[in-house]
């Protein structure tokens, strides 16, 4: 099982705390949030791992190395200064990813989430969706969300919204009528569900899109008094 961890973005809404570092290497609890996703990803089996870089991403390469330090293997996907946003980014990973469904994760959201289920799931993909979703209630700075949620489909509109949760199994097929490029992932998943390729679960437990420095201070908080009690 391979999945691929977006890192390339350049954290503009947390200067100046990325002024010199790129956002997956700030700390929460102690430990790098690319790491807390590396470590959630290796304790549910997931050893081949693709990290894609942009901004200051010399950083993160001298940081992981080859990941072995953390029981994985990391390959990495250079995009250079500006990167080529989620779904170009994705597109031009997609030769180490291989032709089997892998999973997806930002870098800069935590969660609590237990990765073993997903990857069972992702194991046993069927051929009908391109994608499965984790979605999550609306964050106070996404009250509209992103996805309906029905019996198990993601779609477009209804009653309930939620927000995805930036963690995925996607299958390759997804992008096949993409070219190499900066575009961004969340149209073909709107295409998707559009079409009922789209599956997707709900997380009730832990989660933060740590995209601002009071975010990040946020959970650090949360983490801080959980580990108290």
Not at 66 to 91: A, K, Q
Not at 161 to 190: H, V
Request: charged share 25%; net charge negative; glycine share 10%.
């Amino acid at each position: 099982m391979r999945a691929m961890i977006l890192a390339a973005g350049r954290g503009e809404r947390m200067r100046p705390l990325t002024d010199h570092v790129p956002k997956p290497l700030l700390a929460v609890a102690g430990v790098t949030l690319i790491e807390h996703a590396i470590a959630r990803l290796a304790r549910a089996g997931v050893q081949d791992l693709v990290i894609n870089l942009g901004y200051r991403g010399a950083q993160i390469r001298e940081h992981l190395g080859d990941g072995v330090t953390h029981g994985v293997r990391i390959r990495y996907s250079d995009e250079g200064d500006p990167p080529l946003e989620t779904g170009g980014g994705v597109f031009r990973a997609l030769d180490l990813l291989g032709d089997a469904p892998f999973l997806l994760v930002n870098s800069d959201v935590y969660a609590d989430y237990d990765f073993a289920p997903l990857v069972a799931r992702a194991r046993a993909f069927g051929t009908h969706d391109l994608a499965h979703l984790v979605l999550v209630p609306n964050p106070a700075h996404r009250p509209d969300g992103d996805f309906g949620l029905e019996n198990g489909r993601a779609r477009n509109d209804g009653a309930i919204r939620l927000t995805y949760s930036g963690i995925a199994i996607l299958r390759p097929e997804l992008f096949i009528n993409c070219e190499d490029g900066r575009f961004a992932l969340a149209p073909l998943l709107r295409q998707a569900a559009a079409c009922d390729e789209l599956s997707g679960e709900r997380h009730d437990g832990l989660w933060s899109d740590v995209g601002t420095p009071e975010r990040l201070a946020a959970l650090q908080s949360t983490l801080l008094r959980s580990d108290t009690k």
